[in-house]
């Protein structure tokens, strides 16, 4: 069983800078690509930003395009979020998820197709 553990959020004024980890225990996190994923009060779950399993190819929303940074530490276990010129549209619950996924797999940026969640940690941008 794959278990996901998000750290790092809190308040913080706009223009500020927060970073996001997500270590990640049960397998060898290697094998998976993970996403970052936020979900506002009332809105949908987005697609922030994804990074592949060997961190090659990333992906980013074009909302964060520019300020976001998604890297990833496999020694570590770990998966990263450096948020910088945050806003208060950043406003949200931040989840990391992981995939099994095989090397030559295409990048996955669908929520759906991640398997294994954490509990969220909420970052809020003051203006």
């Known amino acids: 069983q794959v278990h996901l553990v998000e750290s790092g959020g809190g308040v913080v004024q706009a223009g500020g800078s927060l970073r996001l980890s997500c270590t990640v225990s049960g397998y060898t996190i290697q094998y998976y690509a993970v996403g970052w994923f936020r979900q506002a009060p009332g809105q949908e779950r987005e697609t922030v930003t994804t990074i592949s399993r060997n961190g090659h190819d990333t992906y980013y929303a074009d909302s964060v395009k520019g300020r976001f940074t998604i890297s990833r530490d496999n020694a570590k276990k770990t998966v990263y979020l450096q948020m910088n010129a945050l806003k208060p549209a950043d406003t949200a619950l931040y989840y990391c998820?992981?995939?099994?996924?095989?090397?030559?797999?295409?990048?996955?940026?669908?929520?759906?197709?991640?398997?294994?969640w954490g509990q969220g940690t909420q970052v809020a941008v003051s203006s």
């Open positions: 998820a992981a995939q099994r996924t095989i090397l030559t797999a295409p990048l996955s940026i669908q929520a759906a197709s991640y398997e294994y």
